[in-house]
């Protein structure tokens, strides 16, 4: 592949990154104006989100497993 192909390539990645990730900024303001609670991973917690914008741990994402339904409750190792 030539340098000229690659970086052709390489422009239309980042467009469709950048596309995406509008798509997914309108997507999040749009429940949050609808004021659902939104639940997703962060600094490796999972979290919930409330509309008040109130941000609740809820597991380390290590412990937390798709068929634990809503979330499993968080108990700290014992020393």
């Known amino acids: 592949m030539s340098k000229k192909m690659r970086v052709a ?5 980042q467009a469709e990154r950048a596309v995406l990730r509008r798509a997914a900024e309108k997507a999040l ?8 609670t939104l ?9 919930q989100e409330h509309p008040d914008g109130c941000i609740e741990r ?3 994402i290590d412990w937390f497993r ?3 339904s809503p979330y499993p409750q968080f ?3 014992a020393h």
């Open 9 to 13: 390539g390489s422009a239309m990645m």
């Open 58 to 60: 809820l597991a380390p």
């Open 75 to 77: 108990m700290p190792p």
């Open 39 to 47: 639940t997703y991973e962060l600094e490796g917690w999972v979290v």
């Open 29 to 36: 303001a749009a429940r949050r104006a609808r004021g659902e």
């Open 66 to 68: 798709d068929e634990d």
